[in-house]
């Protein structure tokens, strides 16, 4: 009797599995230090799973800036490999920058995804990128068109601000870089610096700070321990 039953639960489970809708999680950070991990995207998107009842069947975590090409990003790679050649449902991600700050490779990756009937779950915006029955959600594609140009423009935004704001400042004689025996008092560091702590206070990482005004990584972080988290 007690085999019967065993052997029942196993018939049971292996339908339930075959029922399974499987998903996958991409998240993404762009510092490759200690100081940002993707703990928390992944918390988020796996508590989601659950309370739709699906299958997480594998989890991509990424440190790599939002801006890399797709051939540059080999994670990102291996995940729509996997979606692919895994009959994966749905991909999971916490907002659509975690596939990328360009528009063209986000289109790119959302083309390979639907292609193989892979739907895109963007969980801040609660959107799914394909329709019940497997077509592209037009809403969807107007959007997440729209959210990466708006991403796209931003970037381009601080960067021009960036580059003004260090004209501006040579151009009333300030120096950028530290000068040989100089000491600056805290008003002109923040003049200086101003663009950074703005960044950083808008939550941008210490890296893409560097990248955005281009001054040192070192310099973000002491800029940082002096104005936002002293």
């Given at each position: 009797?007690?085999?019967?039953?065993d052997?029942?639960?196993i018939i049971?489970?292996?339908?339930?599995?075959?029922?399974?809708?499987?998903?996958v999680?991409?998240?993404?950070?762009?510092?490759?230090?200690?100081?940002?991990?993707?703990?928390?995207?992944?918390?988020d998107?796996?508590?989601?799973?659950?309370?739709?009842?699906?299958?997480?069947?594998?989890?991509?975590?990424?440190?790599?800036s939002?801006?890399?090409?797709?051939e540059?990003?080999?994670?990102?790679?291996?995940?729509?490999?996997?979606?692919?050649?895994?009959?994966?449902?749905?991909l999971?991600?916490?907002?659509?920058?975690?596939?990328?700050?360009?528009?063209?490779?986000?289109?790119?990756?959302?083309?390979?995804?639907?292609?193989?009937?892979?739907?895109?779950?963007i969980?801040?915006i609660?959107?799914?990128?394909?329709?019940?029955?497997?077509?592209?959600?037009?809403?969807?594609?107007?959007?997440?068109?729209?959210?990466?140009?708006?991403s796209n423009?931003?970037?381009?935004?601080?960067?021009?601000?960036?580059?003004?704001?260090?004209?501006?400042?040579?151009?009333?004689?300030?120096?950028?870089?530290?000068?040989?025996?100089?000491?600056?008092?805290?008003?002109?560091?923040?003049?200086?610096?101003?663009?950074?702590?703005?960044?950083?206070?808008?939550?941008y990482?210490?890296?893409n700070?560097?990248?955005?005004?281009?001054?040192?990584?070192?310099?973000v972080?002491?800029?940082k321990?002096?104005?936002?988290?002293?």
């Amino acid at each position: 009797m007690n085999a019967l039953i065993d052997i029942q639960q196993i018939i049971f489970d292996l339908i339930m599995n075959t029922n399974n809708t499987k998903a996958v999680i991409y998240a993404r950070v762009s510092s490759q230090n200690d100081r940002q991990d993707t703990a928390r995207q992944v918390n988020d998107l796996k508590r989601f799973a659950l309370s739709q009842e699906m299958e997480i069947v594998e989890t991509f975590e990424e440190h790599i800036s939002g801006a890399k090409k797709l051939e540059e990003r080999e994670i990102l790679t291996q995940c729509l490999e996997y979606c692919k050649n895994n009959s994966v449902n749905y991909l999971l991600i916490s907002e659509l920058s975690r596939l990328g700050r360009s528009t063209l490779q986000v289109l790119r990756s959302l083309e390979i995804l639907h292609e193989a009937k892979v739907c895109v779950y963007i969980q801040n915006i609660g959107l799914y990128s394909l329709q019940p029955d497997g077509t592209v959600n037009p809403v969807a594609s107007i959007m997440i068109t729209i959210l990466a140009e708006m991403s796209n423009i931003e970037r381009g935004n601080i960067q021009y601000r960036l580059n003004s704001g260090r004209q501006q400042y040579i151009n009333r004689g300030g120096k950028l870089g530290r000068r040989k025996g100089s000491i600056k008092t805290a008003e002109q560091k923040k003049e200086e610096y101003k663009e950074v702590i703005s960044l950083l206070k808008r939550g941008y990482s210490i890296r893409n700070v560097a990248k955005l005004t281009g001054f040192s990584i070192q310099t973000v972080q002491t800029v940082k321990n002096q104005f936002v988290n002293p």
